[in-house]
Nanobody, 123 residues
Framework: QVQLDESGGGVVQAGGSLRLSCAASGRPLSRYTMGWFRQAPGKARQFVAVSGSDGRTASADSVKGRFTASRDNAKNTVYLQMNNLKPEDTAVYYC?????????????????WGQGTQVTVSS
């Protein structure tokens, strides 16, 4: 099973940018569809963006045009570039790995999860 370790979270003002990283170990990242999810206090875990093993990407409507998932298979790392951040983006962000050969967005289709990294956007 692949192990995942997120980093790059922090506190940023509204309108600012952050780039989250998710380093994988134990298995080559290239075989996995990699997703980003977030969870705010008292709310369900929510899909944010995904980078498929087939090269395709997708993002939630709430972040479309602002957040982009990407990967560097040589570094065994996936990224979430977040621009024009808003206070409602405040949450713990998780990366996750799925064995699906195509892009998927449901959390229960992802079998490995990182520990999460906090992103706080101040107004």
């Amino acid at each position: 099973q692949v192990q995942l370790d997120e980093s790059g979270g922090g506190v940023v003002q509204a309108g600012g940018s952050l780039r989250l990283s998710c380093a994988a170990s134990g298995r080559p990242l290239s075989r996995y569809t990699m997703g980003w999810f977030r969870q705010a206090p008292g709310k369900a875990r929510q899909f944010v963006a995904v980078s498929g093993s087939d090269g395709r990407t997708a993002s939630a409507d709430s972040v479309k045009g602002r957040f982009t998932a990407s990967r560097d298979n040589a570094k065994n790392t996936v990224y979430l570039q977040m621009n024009n951040l808003k206070p409602e983006d405040t949450a713990v962000y998780y990366c996750a790995a799925s064995n699906s050969p195509v892009v998927v967005t449901f959390p229960n289709l992802f079998s490995s999860w990182g520990q999460g990294t906090q992103v706080t956007v101040s107004s």
